[in-house]
């Protein structure tokens, strides 16, 4: 199939197909050569994709088996950020960036830490586009946080250099998730559960049945306790509790489930819950352990990640039913 150009030929509109390895968390978009010619673009250069969002993406050479078939091959983020899926069309046009003097992002959850997020965000950001309202997903201590970028300077679109100031907000960016944001609950006259926090959707959870057995709730797991002493503590050692906390314990005859709960299902969870059950696993060697994770709103992919993955998916549909996928 063919590229199709839109009434004013400055944009170009293709199916999205699924990145290969190589390109994963790189931003890069494959594009057909006439796309390039016809945008008069370069490799490296940048591109606007449009979809449900926008977002913003380096150009790159189609794959010599894609091109002439109208593709453009992102990956995960790249396609959460221009709000499509595999098999959906995008309208991508010639983007401009300036060299970003800072950048603000803010989590969707509380942090499950203290520490230099700013460098880390830097040192995965640099030489990459970034546009105000993408999710940054960072790797780190075995978890993924997902960051909003919520401002941007000095243009809503820009590129990290090692002159960028990165802000990163402790303060969690709670509702950014319109899809599920108390708006637009709110005004949905259908009839549904108003599962507006975590803590909700574990008391629905527990309250469904869905798993037969007694819980525990926030159980601590990991090392039991850290001493520090540093200049900082002007009266010698302080001893901080870094345990982590799973959110929902559920003992069954058979097997034990360490549950996370997300209003959403994204990176962190699926790294919080296989941690998580590693290390209760580490400390309770008789018992088996199952993965869970209960969620309001699932990404097809991620479920598919999820059940090849050993984890099993809850997903409480707005008319209360939970659906299981595993």
Known sequence: MASQASPSNNEIKLRVAEAKERDIGRKIARVDSRVIRELNLSPGDLVEINGKRTTIAIVWPPYKEDDGMGLIRIDPEVRRNAGVSVGEYVRISRANAKPATKIVLAPYETLPFVGDLARIVKSLLLNLPVMKGDTVVVPILGMYIELKVTSTAPTNSVIVTKGTEIEVHSIPNRLAHEDYSKESLLTDTSPQLFLLSENDLIEYFISSGVIDGWYEREVKVGSRIISMESDVFKHGRAIFDWRRSIDLVYHTRDCVWII???????????????????????????????????????????????????????????????????
């Open 260 to 326: 996370e709960a997300k209003r959403v299902l994204n990176f962190e969870a699926i790294g919080q819950v296989v941690v998580y059950s590693t290390l209760y696993a580490e400390g309770h060697p008789t018992r088996i352990v199952k993965r869970g994770i209960v969620c309001y709103s699932a990404d097809e992919e991620l479920i598919r990640a999820c059940k090849k993955n050993g984890i099993t998916v809850f997903q409480i549909g707005r008319d209360g039913t939970v659906r299981k996928y595993d």
